[in-house]
């Protein structure tokens, strides 16, 4: 892989040897500034752009900052649960592009259980790190599968999932400015693993799963995929555009 495995802790540790083995990469214990990498401390991982980059390191961590306030506050989450709609029973969500999960966890703080799919084995690695050290004390995460691989080689059928959630990247100047910085580190890290994105055919699989509604996120201003939406939620910065089958 492209970028380094970098042991801050000192110590070899049972943890440590397992990233090794997940990513095929040796740890070093210094990090190279002209390099990415991963870096893994105290049990924590983050990943350290290389210089070049200008970007600030990104650590995933689900219960603190944004996300975590609105964890803590679901009910506040009126478009999203809007475009997922009003039920009776928890529904089997799909969402197809994980990302650094902030959409997962707001679909489980609600009450659904996620299956969500993520194609970064950096993200991935990152992602599965983070939930290992919440799930003693999170107990949504029992409702959570994360799955490492590209959406579109999973088969599904029509009693998989009640709803697809799609929230693909987009350009960088059409999101806002908080999302902007993210979707930039994001960018770069799949670039770093060779990963194209390629959002319309990523939509055209799953429109094609027989399921009762997808449910697409979007920068307020940007185009719609093509095939008619039966109706749009508008929110301050993005809508949600919902195609039934
Ligand atoms: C805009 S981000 C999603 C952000 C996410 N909703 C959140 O709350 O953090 C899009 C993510 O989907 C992933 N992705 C895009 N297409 C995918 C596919 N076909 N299969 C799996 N993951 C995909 C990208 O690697 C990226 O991490």
Request: with cysteine; proline share 3%.
């Amino acid at each position: 892989m492209n970028f380094d495995l970098i042991n801050l802790g000192g110590l070899e540790s049972k943890r440590l040897n397992e990233l090794e083995t997940q990513l095929n990469l040796i740890s070093t214990s210094t990090i190279n500034l002209d390099h990415d990498s991963l870096v893994f401390q105290e049990d924590s991982l983050y990943f350290n752009f290389k210089k070049e980059r200008a970007l600030t390191p990104l650590k995933i961590d689900i219960q603190k900052g944004a996300l975590g306030w609105r964890l803590a506050r679901p009910q506040h989450e009126t478009h999203i649960k809007k475009a997922i709609g009003k039920t009776e029973r928890p529904l089997r969500i799909l969402d197809a592009t994980a990302g650094l999960l902030g959409d997962s966890m707001i679909m489980l703080a609600l009450g659904h259980s996620v299956t969500a799919y993520e194609q970064s084995k950096i993200l991935y690695t990152m992602l599965d790190n983070e939930l290992n050290h919440l799930a003693e004390t999170d107990s949504n995460l029992l409702n959570l599968k994360l799955i490492n691989s590209n959406v579109c080689e999973a088969n599904f059928n029509d009693k998989s999932f009640d709803v697809i959630y799609f929230d693909p990247m987009y350009p960088e100047d059409k999101a806002s400015s908080a999302r902007r910085s993210d979707l930039k580190k994001i960018n770069s890290i799949l670039e770093i693993e060779g990963l194209a994105s390629d959002p319309e055919s990523t939509f055209t699989y799953l429109r094609n799963i027989p399921s009762t509604k997808l449910i697409v996120k979007r920068p307020l201003k940007a185009d719609a995929f093509k095939g008619s939406i039966n109706y749009q939620i508008t929110g301050k910065s993005v809508r949600f555009d919902i195609y039934l089958n």
